[in-house]
């Protein structure tokens, strides 16, 4: 057996004889102390764990690599404790400092010995904390990424509310610039409520619509197709002068959608389709 590969069967070995003391050293630092309703029965089990991802890392000889499989079975830990400390309100780097206190433990176990064996290991069970500490900044980064595409989904959706405006008669109204995400959400949320509400009419108010370009006309055609599907008459509304103009240059047909200029344009013709008139207070 190579020198390096002693060092590290005996770095190893090392970690695993003091598993349950270095785990409740572990247990004390805030990077676990911090987490609520953190069971403790459970804390312990994760700790243990992570001893033994960095006993096997430092034994194999791969305690450099954050890929070893080694750290397989840190990664599930890894992850909660990023996503813990994410949903805290801590940076993923701030995430991955916190994890350096785990060394401390670890070294102290080799801090009475001055033989060259024990340089060696204490290096390598620095870079094994190192390795977790990168593997806990990719997933921490993986889980922002994640809260961002949530909190993304959530403001579309919000941009995109289905108000009823009459009995049957539901309106969107889109403000902003339309994409394809926008447009599908906004499809979605409009036939899901003309199913719940058994909707008669939708309108679809662009009024708020900066540009009309061929993607985004050709988004508002299948919206309105799909409400026609679902039994739903479909009416657009908002096209102001300009937008109209645009459409005829760019050639787009919406010979088989009812337009109004205006949403209570639309209004008036949806009321007009349920028999209803409405007049001004005084008149007959």
């Not at 190192?130 to 949530?150: F, K, Q, T, Y």
């Not at 008669?200 to 299948?222: S, W, Y």
Request: proline share 3%; hydrophobic share 50%.
């Amino acid at each position: 057996m190579r020198f390096e590969d002693e060092v590290g069967a005996a770095a190893g070995d090392l970690v695993l004889e003091s598993r349950n003391a270095i785990s409740e050293a572990w247990l004390r630092l805030p990077v676990f102390a911090r987490r609520r309703g953190y069971d403790e029965e459970q804390a312990v089990a994760d700790c243990h764990a992570l001893v033994s991802a960095v006993a096997e890392a430092v034994r194999d000889g791969r305690a450099h690599d954050p890929a070893s499989p080694a750290f397989a079975q840190a990664k599930p830990i890894l992850s909660e404790l990023a996503d813990a400390r994410a949903r805290a309100g801590v940076s993923a780097a701030q995430a991955a400092l916190e994890l350096n206190d785990l060394k401390a433990p670890l070294l102290e176990l080799l801090v009475r010995r001055k033989d060259h064996a024990a340089h060696l290991e204490a290096a390598l069970l620095s870079t094994a904390v190192d390795s977790l500490r990168l593997l806990l900044m990719d997933l921490a980064l993986n889980v922002g990424s994640d809260v961002i595409a949530a909190q993304r989904q959530q403001l579309m959706e919000l941009s995109t509310p289905v108000i009823t405006l009459w009995k049957g008669v539901l309106a969107v109204p889109l403000i902003g610039t339309l994409d394809s995400a926008r447009s599908q959400t906004a499809m979605e949320n409009l036939l899901h409520a003309i199913v719940d509400q058994r909707a008669e009419v939708a309108i679809l108010d662009i009024t708020g619509v900066p540009t009309i370009d061929t993607m985004v006309a050709q988004h508002l055609l299948k919206t309105a197709m799909a409400a026609r599907l679902m039994g739903a008459h479909c009416i657009i509304s908002g096209i102001r002068p300009q937008i109209a103009q645009t459409m005829v240059q760019l050639g787009i047909d919406l010979e088989e959608v009812t337009t109004r200029a205006s949403l209570s344009d639309a209004l008036a013709f949806a009321l007009d389709r349920f028999g209803v008139t409405v007049r001004k207070a005084g008149q007959s």
